[in-house]
């Protein structure tokens, strides 16, 4: 039967398990709950993490279980409400568990921001996503991030009669930008390379690097301006130099794939079983991050490096 394996697995740890489709809702002895895929769960049984997520009662030893796994308990979900009044959004809006994690995410990313947490500049940034057509969680998280990113770079006190005028030029010369165009998924693999990591894979992305990109505009110019160089010059408004800085920022996120052994690539499933990324370079220092679908479709979800903010 499937999962049989899994299923034995979180009984010896005594925990309480509930199936749905997608998502398990799993509860350790330690009180600590979670949504998540059957598939991640397996994952995290080969790894030998289940006991420190789902027994562990130390913060140190639990802490270290939830980063390496990247767990987001229903307990962490419970600051949804607050997250969307810090961010401007409607109460029910991008609800499913992947949207909320989602969500929480992209609200611990921009705290790093001078704007970050000024609640009416936060607010303009969700109408400009609006006024851009986000359909998704990640549209809006692109978008708002690009808002943001673009405001913080103006520099001074926020304008609300002459930013969003800046930003949506800029966006206009980023997303019109050659690279942007390009945007777009590559159908390099099948449901075995999301399930489980498969070094065949990670060749398959080094040998099509150079026709990778983003999954969508929105979110190669939200990264591109995102990690802008540190020290640089300021973010450019005219069209050349616009091009230039997402072209750039995709060209320097490809050669990381191609330069990148593909012995030392490694992979971890979402909780929620969305994707699987493959990492390619040191994570949190120099990464370009590869994700893939059950479909097989795969795209570059981030790029960062030393250099670059």
């Not at 991640?40 to 390496?68: H, I, K, M, S, Y």
């Not at 409607?90 to 921009?110: K, M, N, P, W």
């Not at 009416?120 to 006024?131: E, H, M, N, P």
């Amino acid at each position: 039967m499937p999962w049989d394996e899994l299923k034995q697995a979180l009984a010896a740890q005594k925990a309480a398990y509930a199936q749905a489709d997608p998502l398990w809702t799993v509860t350790g002895t330690n009180g600590a709950s979670f949504r998540a895929h059957p598939a991640f769960l397996e994952e995290v049984r080969l790894g030998n993490g289940l006991p420190d997520l789902l027994t562990a009662t130390d913060r140190q030893t639990f802490g270290v279980a939830l980063g390496r796994w990247r767990v987001t308990l229903d307990s962490h979900l419970e600051e949804i409400p607050e997250v969307r009044t810090a961010l401007g959004l409607a109460a029910g809006r991008f609800d499913s568990v992947d949207d909320q994690i989602t969500l929480l995410r992209h609200r611990d990313a921009v705290r790093s921001l001078r704007v970050g947490s000024d609640r009416v500049i936060a607010a303009a940034g969700t109408a400009f996503a609006d006024r851009r057509g986000a359909r998704t969680v990640h549209d809006y998280v692109h978008l708002h991030s690009f808002f943001l990113t673009a405001v913080n770079s103006f520099g001074g006190n926020y304008d609300p009669n002459t930013h969003p005028g800046r930003v949506d030029a800029l966006y206009a010369l980023a997303v019109g930008s050659p690279a942007a165009v390009g945007a777009g998924t590559a159908h390099l693999g099948g449901e075995t390379d999301w399930k489980t990591h498969q070094p065949g894979f990670a060749l398959a992305v080094h040998a099509e690097a150079g026709r990778l990109n983003f999954r969508t505009p929105e979110a190669l110019v939200g990264h591109a301006l995102k990690h802008v160089r540190r020290g640089g010059p300021p973010v450019p408004t005219d069209a050349a130099g616009v091009h230039a800085l997402v072209a750039d920022y995709l060209a320097e996120a490809r050669q990381k794939i191609i330069t990148t052994p593909t012995n030392d690539v490694w992979s971890g499933l979402a909780q929620t079983g969305a994707t699987r990324t493959y990492y390619f370079g040191v994570l949190n220092k120099h990464a370009c991050m590869v994700a893939v679908d059950p479909a097989g479709l795969a795209w570059i979800s981030t790029y960062y490096a030393p250099d670059r903010i």
